[in-house]
Structure formats: structure tokens, C-alpha cells
């Protein structure tokens, strides 16, 4: 088992028996669970998963705000190898994802390898493997560390001015504080992405008051997002597991075409565009409403909202939005830049993530004492997303570069979890010590993402978390297939193998 220092192991070359790999494996969302699973089902139990919160779920355990619905439909919105067959809803509300993660977690055997409330605080390369250290001092040895940490973990808090005098209740919505009354109240809610209008629909019906800050507006594609799944359904698909299949694989089919339209410039982007407007005018008849919701850049250039709802809550009588600049707060409300003063009881913050953060700020130290702060200082970058020069024997799942704009994050979660387990394999073969990218893997890489990234949407004129602050785009601008292609199978070019000489 992977134990702390004091721990009992034995990590030595058997020369009859093929080495036992132990592993760490940071964080347990999405990525985490998904990598904890490929390596069980590779054959190898020697790992702990270390996660900082309080459960299993990442994104979806940090989240649960009013509203809280997964856009992406709920049956492609899972693992492959766990299908849920019985979502309530086509777009499953977030605490129904969590418990299905919670359930993936007990039904895969994973939670004697969790440690809930340890966040990882720094690891270190020691030459052959890493040290791993938690928050309150427990070290644990390991063979390879996978950050599995997650892209929006770190919630985007702006300093505005006078916050701190505010006497009403302030909360951001990726740390909810369900006990805070919201009916009846004059709230406040500030941003405008997927969070902010999901949070302002579900709202506006009980507030006293409701006004949406909004700096830039985005384009709200129309979708039922509260479509229930008939229980009919749910049940045949339990019963007809081929079926269910069936259903996932046609899904990851139709998600080719999201790629291609928000990838490559067409007459479909086109289509979906118009359609974004329309759902703009069709549903919003007040011009200077509709006016002050026109965005100025493309539909599909930020990472798309879908909201069947959020137009007609803005319509609502007691519902406003604001789009003059907040100049500051005051113990009782919002001062704008037009002079007006709006009193709130409640400022809600959907201000978003800073999406470039990955495992930092962890004090994380490769080969030679580099640390992840110098090797990013460019910012975020690694060979096919989850190898990075300097840093022997780690690897990133859903890392930079991954395709959270793109291609179905579970699937792209797996690829990249068995392209790791690939590399382990032959480690435990005995056929190295440690694995490290090359720096010139690592360029081209960059640079063929670069190319493609060209004549993509997200690339069209508009500010979004997709940019990091060096100005590239943090997205993967291929389609699924050459995802899989680049991570079918270690390429042993675009990495230096060592063997790590021992001491008799
Ligand atoms: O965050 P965002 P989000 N003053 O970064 C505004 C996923 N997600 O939490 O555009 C005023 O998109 C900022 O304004 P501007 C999904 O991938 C998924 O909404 O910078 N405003 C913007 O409007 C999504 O894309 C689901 O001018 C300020 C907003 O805050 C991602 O999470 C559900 C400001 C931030 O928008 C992030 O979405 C929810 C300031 N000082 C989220 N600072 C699913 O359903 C920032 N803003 C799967």
C-alpha cells in the first residue's frame, strides 16, 4: 500500500516478478476516479487517492449552488465504463452527478484509497520517485504521482472596492453556503458564464429583488435543461445494457459535430451561430434589453451557456440588469459608474475560476530542484497534456491543453488514464526507473497546437478563461479521434527512459 515514509514497502526489482507500482493520485473528481479505476483494472492496487475536500466529486462536490445543472447531457456526461442507465433529467442537476460519481466511487471499491481533507501541500522528485506531502505533515512515498487537480478548482474572487464594509451576506458560488436565506432578499449577482445564469434563473422566482451585473454579456443558446428522462426509460436501459451502449456511443458520435463546428469554420458553425442569436430575439422583445444582451464578439468564441430560463427571469419585474461598471461596494449595496447606488442584502459572485492554476499553488519540485512555478512560467504547458519536461514520472489528467471545450471530458479523463497506465505497465516490467517527456516533444506539441488552434471560434475576438494570461488559448483544437491517436500509445521518442543505478 502506498504509505507514508514510516510505512512498510518494498519497491525493489524482483527480478521473477514484475514491480508493484505505488502511486498517488491527487484530487478525486472526474480525473481522479477515472485514473484510480484504469489503474485497478490495469492490475495494480497500490495507490491512494489524496483530496483536499471533505468527499469525492471535485467540481461537483465544491459546487452546489441554486441551479446547479450540467448542460452537457447526462448520458454522455459519465464514464464508459460505468453507465448510469436511470438520469432523471437529459441535463442532469449537479447533485445527482455527485452522488453518481460518490456511487461510481463505492461500486469500484476506491474509497479504503481515499483520504478525504488532505490537500497535497508539496512533492518533490527524489531522483527515483516522488514524496508527497499532505496539509497536516503525513509524507507518502510513490513510484509516480498523477495530478488529477482539476481545471476550475480556484474560485475567481475580484477585490472590489469597499467589499470588505459590505454588511449583507457575500458569497461566491463555488463555495455556497446553503444555510444563507435567498427568498425574499435583494440579490445581487455579478457574471454573466454558465454559473451566473444558472444562479440568477433559479433565483430571480423567489427574490425580493434580483439585478444581474453584467461587464460582458454572452450568447444563451435556448435548451430545455429541465427535460425530464421518463423513468420508462431509465428502466429499459438498466434491462438492454447493449442498448445503453448503443445510446453512449451515438452520443460521442453527435458530440463529433460540436467539435467540428466550434474547431473548424462551416456552414454548421454558422448555423449553430444564428441559432444563438435567434434564441437571443426571439426571446428577449425589449430592444434596449435586448440591446444591453447583444454581446460584441462571435456565438460558440466564450465556452457556450445554454439556459431555457435565464431570458425570462431577466424579463420578470423584479429582475434588472446592470451593465454599467461597478465602481464600488458600500455597507449596503453596489455604487455603479453612473452615480446610482443599488441596495442588496446578498452579493452573489459567479465570477468564475482561475482556470490556469492546475496543481498549483502547490510547491511542487521536478528533476534538479525546478519547480512547477519556473517550468509554467509562461505559463501552463505539457506534451499531449499529461507529460512535462523537468518532471520525471508525473503525469496530468485533464491537464493543460485538455479539451474542455470540446470533446466529452469523461472520455478524454479515460484516454488519457490508460496512456498513463501504459507507461506504469512498463515500468513494472523493469524496462526503466523514470519516464520524462523531452523538451523538444514538448515544443512540437505546442507548436502543432498553435496551428490548430488558428481557425478555431474560441480564437474569434473574445475574452474568456479559455485565455491564459500569456495570451494562449488552454483548449486541445482536435477532434476525439486524434485525441485517442495521441495517446493510444507511449511514443518512446519523445521521452528519455532512465534506469536509475542502485547501490549494489
Ligand atoms: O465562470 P466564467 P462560470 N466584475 O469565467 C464576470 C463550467 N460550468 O463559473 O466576461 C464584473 O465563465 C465575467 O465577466 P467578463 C463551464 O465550463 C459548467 O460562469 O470577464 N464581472 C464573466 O461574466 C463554464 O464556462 C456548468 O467580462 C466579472 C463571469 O464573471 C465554467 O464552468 C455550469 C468580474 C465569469 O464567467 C466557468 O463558468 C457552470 C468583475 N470584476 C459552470 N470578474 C455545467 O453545466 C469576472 N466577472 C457543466
Known sequence: MVADVSGQHGGAIDAHARRRPRV???????????????????????????????????????????????????????????????WSQVFAPGPEIQEYLADVVDRFGLRPHVRVNAEVTAARFTGSGWVVETGDGTRYEADFVIAATGVLHHPAMPELPGLGEFTGEVLHTARWDDTVATDGRRIAVIGTGSTGVQVVSALQPKARQLTHFVRSPQWVIWAPMWLPQPAAIGVALERLPRVNRALYQAGMTGARLFTDVVTRPSWRRRAVQEYARLSLRAQVRDPRLRADLTPDYQPLCKRQVLSGSYYRALNARNADLVTDAIETVTPTGIRTADGRHHEFDLIVFATGFKAHNYMRPMNLTGREGLSIDEAWAKGPRAYRMTAIPGFPNLFTVLGPNSPTGSIPLHHAAEVTARYIAEWIKRWSAGEFDTVEVTETATARFESEVSDALEPTVWNTGCNSWYFTEAGTIDLLPFDRSTMETMLAAPEDVDFHLRTVPTDD
Not at 40 to 48: N, P, T
Open 24 to 86: 498517488v493520485i491527487i484530487g478525486a473528481g472526474v480525473s481522479g476516479i477515472a485514473s484510480a479505476i484504469t489503474l485497478q483494472r490495469s492490475g495494480f492496487d497500490d495507490f491512494v487517492i489524496l483530496e483536499k475536500g471533505s468527499d469525492v466529486g471535485g467540481v461537483w462536490h465544491w459546487n452546489h449552488y441554486p441551479g446547479l445543472t450540467c448542460d452537457v447531457p447526462s448520458h454522455l456526461y459519465q464514464f464508459g465504463f460505468a453507465p448510469k442507465p436511470d
